[in-house]
């Protein structure tokens, strides 16, 4: 037994919930064998030709672990042993939330490299609120709907419900 390799209490756990072979295909390959081969190439990331021999055919390891998410066996296993382990409270259910903040360039942010071209041609009359900067005639729009929305929200207060 290698190092990372389930251990004889954790193969007689996972043994009754792991598939049968359906005998279409011959005699499958020793699952706790196949088992230790996915956790070795989890662990250390090898390719799935470098696998060592004893983990046996390389294809085989490949291939059942692809075929067992599809059928739902890896899905089982965890419900199984999470079940099991928060049975005898062994299981700490806290979600812990981490929040990272990653500043990206300005060029990825997509703001602009050259300010816009002015409105109109030379001559035109000037745009309106010329002298007026963005942030202000932004602050002014944005006023404006926060005003209305209190009031909706004050008439939606005040009339009586209505059932359908």
């Known amino acids: 037994m290698g190092r990372g390799d389930l251990t004889d209490a954790q193969w007689e756990r996972l043994r009754p919930l ?26 250390t990331g090898v390719h799935w030709r470098d696998l060592p021999e004893r983990f046996g055919p390389w ?21 199984q042993v999470q079940a099991g382990v ?14 990272t903040v990653v500043r990206a360039h300005q060029h990825a942010a997509g703001a602009r490299i050259n300010p816009p071209p002015a409105p109109g041609s030379k001559g035109a009359a000037p745009p309106e609120h010329q002298d007026e900067t963005s942030w202000q005639g932004v602050v002014g729009r944005l006023a404006e709907v926060v ?4 009031a909706w929200v004050a008439h939606a207060v005040a009339s009586p419900a209505r059932s359908t």
């Open 18 to 43: 792991l598939p049968v072979s359906n005998r279409r295909c011959g005699r499958w390959r020793d699952h706790r064998q196949v088992i230790d081969g996915i956790l070795y190439r989890v662990r």
């Open 59 to 79: 294809k085989t390891v490949y291939e059942r672990h692809r075929l067992w998410p599809a059928d739902g066996t890896w899905e089982r296993l965890l419900q």
């Open 86 to 99: 928060d049975a005898v409270g062994q299981i700490d259910w806290e979600i812990s939330v981490d929040s």
């Open 147 to 150: 005003s209305k929305a209190r």
